[in-house]
């Protein structure tokens, strides 16, 4: 006698657009069914695995996260991933074009530092002020530096408010997304560095505050308003205590080094 269930095909649900699939692909927007929950053992491989898929989707990708990067972060953890392009890959393409606009972009000379002696103290202070130097100098390296106490800062703050339902690899992402971002933001309004370094300066940082402070409140709705801005206070006082000691760390090992 025949198994009726012999024939049967499974019946899987896509996570991006939600139409029933009986294939690996889903025959409405062509996302593998196969995609998981980003994990901590399998982030980089699934990331770099999308270098071959950078020129799929580059430009909407760019522009939602300059709009509104919250909403790419949570499509990518929540495996809504068709449409965007990989965080790592997307931060690989954006370095190119940020330098490439950087090095048509006249500069100043550098500027003579002053000679602090030949001792173990004017060594740590020529270290400490030539590592301060390559990250305000680099977009790259200086969002990140920023972005690393930042996002250590959140499950720390809003463990209680839904942070803990999130892993570290959710969290990296979220963090190259927001880097992309500031980035973007950079290389469009890079032009206007030659009228002011001040004003191009100026707005990337309030660009930075805005787009952070409403993906936090996207990712962590918190109500009453007062309840909000105290979260938000706590958060940039944890944000600046774990730079601090970063830094410190950084300076302790220099001193070190040389003693």
């Known amino acids: 006698m025949p198994n009726p269930n012999e024939n ?3 019946v899987v649900k896509c996570r991006n657009c939600g139409c029933s699939c009986t294939s690996r692909f889903c025959p409405d927007c062509g996302q593998s069914v196969d995609e998981k929950r980003l994990e ?7 990331l770099l695995s999308g270098l071959s898929r950078i020129n799929q989707g580059f430009l909407y990708t760019a522009w939602h996260l300059l709009i509104h990067p919250w909403k790419v972060i949570r499509d990518y953890i929540q495996c809504r991933r068709v449409k965007y392009v990989a965080p790592i890959s997307m931060l690989i393409v954006v370095c190119f074009i940020s330098a ?7 500069s100043e000379p550098d500027g003579v530092v002053e000679e602090s002696g030949t001792s173990q103290v004017g060594l740590i202070y ?21 972005y690393i ?7 720390i703050v809003f463990w209680k408010v839904g942070a803990r339902k999130y892993n570290i690899a959710e969290y990296f992402a979220a ?23 001040s004003l191009y300066s100026g707005l990337e940082i309030v660009y930075s505050i805005i787009i952070c402070s409403l993906s936090l409140y996207k990712a962590f709705p918190v109500s009453p308003l007062k309840k909000r801005i ?22 302790t090992l220099s001193v070190s080094s040389v003693s």
Not at 149 to 154: D, K, Q, R
Not at 232 to 251: H, K, Q, R
Request: glycine share 6%; aromatic share 16%; net charge positive.
């Open 149 to 155: 106490p930042a996002v250590l800062a959140i499950p």
């Open 175 to 197: 963090m190259i997304y927001m880097t992309s971002s500031i980035l973007l933001f950079g290389i469009l309004i890079c032009p206007l560095s030659l009228l002011s370094e």
């Open 100 to 106: 490439f606009v950087s090095g048509l972009m006249p």
């Open 126 to 146: 020529k270290m400490t002020l030539a590592v301060m130097d390559f990250i305000m100098n680099s977009m790259v390296v200086r969002n990140l530096t920023i």
């Open 40 to 46: 901590n053992k399998t982030f980089f491989i699934g």
């Open 230 to 251: 105290g979260y938000f206070a706590w958060y940039l006082i944890v944000s600046v205590a774990i730079y601090l000691l970063i830094f410190l760390g950084f300076f």
């Open 8 to 10: 049967k095909e499974s």
